[in-house]
């Protein structure tokens, strides 16, 4: 089989996916929001439900940066 040199393989793009997102810097700015509008609503926290999929996993994650020290579990 015949490979190009210039196409990279699939899934090996860097950190982006080559779609010009920086995830830390995405990760960051939703932690930063999350602070902010719980400040906003002068709350102590957030609650959030959790299925167990991937996307729940990616929100308890963002959660338990914004609030380390009122994080349960």
């Known amino acids: 089989m015949m490979r190009d040199e210039n196409v990279e393989p699939r899934g090996r793009r860097g950190s982006?996916?080559?779609m010009g997102?920086?995830?830390k810097s995405v990760r960051r700015q939703i932690v930063d929001w999350l602070k902010i509008k719980v400040a906003e609503a002068r709350a102590?926290?957030?609650?959030v439900g959790l299925?167990?999929?991937?996307?729940?996993?990616?929100?308890?994650?963002?959660?338990?940066?914004?609030?380390?020290?009122a994080t349960v579990g």
Do not use: H, N, W
């Open 21 to 23: 997102v920086d995830p």
């Open 51 to 69: 299925s167990g999929g991937i996307d729940s996993a990616v929100v308890a994650g963002l959660a338990k940066e914004a609030f380390p020290e």
């Open 16 to 18: 982006s996916g080559g």
């Open 44 to 47: 102590r926290g957030i609650v």
